[in-house]
């Protein structure tokens, strides 16, 4: 069983830096593609990035390219969101997601993390 744990959200203002953390004890993060999701209020889950188990390719959604980073720490088993120049339109529930490496579809998620970005 895969339990993820995310951590780091929070309440800031506007142009100010998080970092998300999702871990997950007993789980071996090399076998598996992770993401964080995003989920605003009467808005539909949107995945934000997404990192494969070795981290060979990494994607994000256009609107937090150049301001956000993905990082996936097999040693530590630990997946990171840095969030930089955060907006007001970042404010959203935050999850983890992973993927086993033989499958394409997100299977096991966190409970959530709250970021909120006042203006």
């Known amino acids: 069983q895969v339990h993820l744990v995310e951590s780091g959200g929070g309440l800031v203002q506007a142009g100010d830096s998080l970092r998300l953390s999702c871990t997950a004890p007993?789980?071996?993060?090399?076998?598996?593609?992770m993401a964080w999701f995003r989920q605003a209020p009467e808005k539909e889950r949107e995945r934000v990035a997404a990192?494969?188990?070795?981290?060979?390719?990494?994607f994000y959604i256009d609107s937090v390219k150049d301001r956000f980073t993905i990082d996936k720490d097999n040693a530590k088993n630990t997946l990171y969101l840095q969030m930089n120049s955060l907006k007001p339109e970042d404010t959203a529930v935050y999850y983890c997601?992973?993927?086993?490496?033989?499958?394409?579809?997100?299977?096991?998620w966190g409970q959530g993390t709250q970021v909120t970005v006042s203006s």
């Open positions: 007993g789980v071996m993060f090399s076998n598996f593609d």
């Open positions: 990192v494969t188990f070795d981290s060979g390719s990494i």
């Open positions: 997601a992973a993927a086993p490496r033989d499958s394409t579809r997100y299977q096991y």
